[in-house]
């Protein structure tokens, strides 16, 4: 019999974020910040994906695939900024800590960030509401789950709590639920015991509540045909 002490804590699993920037493509085209000036392709510096292509003469005259990184500490943030956003949406805090570790200046790495976040290229809102839908419908993670990943990425509680929120009580159960009937046929010929920790265990890694997931497994069993006063004994009051 599964005792609610053991109930096992999720722990994320470190699977990549979208696959599509919230924000739209072409992050180094021309972007309107409200009425001040538009961030240009050469205020936004080359595109990473686009190296200068070498001239025609010797190989010792040909320009370098990469250019050296900017001396100026924003254009170097800047840089670093459009390289890491490039096919990948990243919260605030992961590019502050990039910048960090590079060893961008406090005030020039804020000064690019602020500028970003102003036009758009940074909006932790739109990144965690595209995390949910991801999350959930690929991986069919839990609000609770979801939540602890994105406080892992230095997402605000309340920009977290609006984007979990969009998921509600029925919409998490019925996602439960399919998981099971998934993995329910897997754990046949196992003994009762073994099928419930496997289906209910999986569930946890998920992020679902104790609760909600030994009510999902014991409709699932009966449904399948097991006796419920035998199921009872494992399942006491739920």
Do not use: N
């Not at 002490?5 to 085209?29: C, K, Q």
């Not at 015991?193 to 265990?201: F, I, M, N, W």
């Not at 104790?210 to 999902?216: D, I, K, M, P, S």
């Amino acid at each position: 019999m599964t005792r609610r002490s053991d109930w096992p804590e999720y722990t994320p699993s470190p699977d990549p974020p979208p696959s599509s920037a919230p924000w739209g493509d072409g992050i180094v085209a021309d972007i309107q910040d409200g009425d001040g000036p538009a961030l240009s392709r050469a205020e936004a510096g080359p595109s990473p994906a686009s190296p200068r292509r070498g001239g025609r003469g010797r190989a010792g005259d040909r320009a370098p695939e990469r250019e050296a990184e900017p001396k100026d500490p924003v254009e170097r943030a800047r840089a670093i900024c459009l390289r890491l956003l490039t096919g990948t949406p990243r919260t605030r805090r992961q590019l502050a800590d990039a910048l960090s570790k590079r060893e961008v200046p406090e005030e020039a790495a804020e000064e690019v960030l602020a500028r970003f976040e102003d036009v758009g290229l940074i909006d932790d809102a739109a990144f965690a509401d595209a995390w949910v839908e991801s999350r959930h419908h690929s991986r069919g993670l839990a609000r609770r789950a979801l939540a602890r990943e994105l406080r892992t990425k230095g997402v605000d509680s309340t920009v977290i709590d609006e984007a979990v929120g969009r998921l509600d009580s029925e919409q998490e159960e019925e996602t439960a639920r399919a998981l099971v009937a998934r993995k329910l046929r897997s754990t046949r010929g196992l003994d009762r015991e073994k099928r419930l920790r496997r289906l209910a265990g999986m569930l946890a890694r998920k992020g679902y509540s104790e609760g909600l997931a030994l009510r999902v497994v014991r409709r699932a069993l009966e449904e399948e045909g097991e006796d419920p006063e035998l199921l009872e004994e494992h399942f006491p009051g739920v």
